[in-house]
């Protein structure tokens, strides 16, 4: 998923938090990537609400979808281990 920057027009990527990602483990980082900052080569950091309206709830309507992947894995994940315990 890849959004625009309202500056100068060129792709805006998620900054990248790969230290602090590894730290809360994939679930975090999977809720960063969704609620963070994005960020554009040229400008640096682009807040979300510098985004037109309708490309914010686009990335709301993204965000919303990553943190519901997120929780479907947990708990797919508990289900595996309770799988494996019996
Ligand atoms: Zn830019």
Known sequence: ????????????????????A??????GSLLMAAFGAFECKKCGKIPQSEFPPEVRSK??????GMAVGA??????????????KR
């Open 1 to 20: 998923m890849s959004y625009t920057c309202p500056r100068c027009g060129s792709p805006v990527q998620h900054g990248s938090h790969s230290s602090a």
């Open 22 to 27: 590894l730290a809360v483990g994939l679930i």
């Open 59 to 64: 990335i709301m309507m993204g965000s919303v």
């Open 71 to 84: 929780v479907v894995l947990v708990i797919v994940l508990f289900v595996v281990l309770a799988a494996l």
